[in-house]
């Protein structure tokens, strides 16, 4: 008979590394683009919230027809918690990868829908929302031990 059982790689592996690599760099584009975008969601919160005529038209001309007020506190919302979620990515913590993925993917839904007030900018955040979510998809475990 044949043993058919194939054991794992492990940490007493040769091959096995748990050093970060080049990659690692991707991350922390991620966490500092996160950190970015969500200042900018909050800066385009707070215009929606205080000066409704800067926009290219009105509520009722957008995507979803909601007012800018709501708009504003989306957008605001959305922010604080990408930048929340962009320095505790910084740090390496797991829960921040998962909640940076989750409000990057809102993020980029949110611009879809608010498009039509501010094309250029949303077609911008979408963008870099796809590449934020690249970055710590494809390359988050590199940060497992980055801080030790």
Same mark, same amino acid.
């Given at each position: 008979? *044949?043993?058919t +059982? %194939?054991?794992?790689?492990?940490?007493?592996?040769?091959s096995?590394?748990d050093?970060?690599t080049?990659?690692?760099?991707?991350?922390?584009?991620?966490?500092?683009?996160?950190?970015?975008?969500?200042?900018?969601?909050?800066?385009?919160?707070?215009?929606?919230?205080?000066?409704?005529?800067?926009y290219?038209?009105? +509520? #009722?001309?957008?995507?979803v027809?909601? #007012?800018?007020? *709501?708009?504003g506190?989306?957008?605001?919302?959305?922010?604080?918690?990408?930048?929340?979620?962009?320095l505790?990515?910084?740090?390496?913590?797991l829960?921040? %990868?998962?909640?940076?993925?989750?409000?990057?993917?809102? +993020?980029?839904?949110? #611009?879809?829908?608010?498009?039509?007030?501010?094309?250029?900018? +949303?077609?911008?955040?979408? *963008?870099?929302?796809?590449?934020? &979510?690249?970055? &710590?998809?494809?390359?988050?475990?590199e940060?497992k031990?980055?801080?030790?």
């Amino acid at each position: 008979m *044949t043993d058919t +059982s %194939r054991r794992g790689t492990t940490e007493t592996d040769v091959s096995y590394s748990d050093a970060p690599t080049a990659w690692a760099g991707w991350v922390v584009f991620g966490g500092v683009m996160l950190i970015m975008l969500g200042s900018f969601q909050i800066i385009e919160g707070l215009v929606a919230l205080f000066d409704d005529g800067f926009y290219l038209v009105r +509520s #009722n001309g957008l995507v979803v027809d909601v #007012n800018y007020n *709501t708009w504003g506190w989306i957008h605001l919302i959305i922010g604080v918690v990408g930048a929340l979620a962009g320095l505790g990515l910084l740090v390496g913590n797991l829960a921040a %990868r998962i909640v940076g993925v989750v409000v990057a993917v809102l +993020s980029a839904i949110v #611009n879809i829908a608010f498009i039509s007030a501010y094309p250029i900018w +949303s077609a911008i955040m979408i *963008t870099l929302d796809v590449v934020v &979510i690249y970055a &710590i998809v494809v390359h988050g475990r590199e940060l497992k031990g980055y801080y030790r």
